[in-house]
């Protein structure tokens, strides 16, 4: 049994508003979304694609008992990110 996973989905394009970090704000543009599920816990960060740093998406950790709760949990990040409107991380 895995007790960690993580994916990543390049060239996002926001929608208008992008998506909140804890670090810096809002960014958008061109994003890439990288989820690593460990401990129980989906963590998500974001950053301009091609770039070198991360961000923590703004609430994250999000739960996430098991590894297709955590992969569902990137897909919604990916579909927020497109959305835009200052995206946060979806709660369960």
Do not use: C
Request: charged share 15%; no cysteine; net charge negative.
């Amino acid at each position: 049994m895995n007790t960690w996973a993580t994916w990543t989905t390049q060239g996002i394009l926001s929608g208008h508003g992008g998506v909140k970090t804890v670090e810096i704000g809002v960014i958008t543009g061109d994003l890439t979304v990288h989820t690593m599920w460990i401990e129980g816990e989906a963590r998500l960060t974001v950053q301009y694609s091609g770039a070198l740093d991360w961000f923590t998406v703004e609430g994250s950790p999000v739960a996430a008992a098991d590894e297709a709760a955590a992969r569902e949990v990137h897909q919604h990040m990916v579909e927020a990110v497109k959305t835009g409107g200052g995206a946060t991380a979806p709660q369960p």
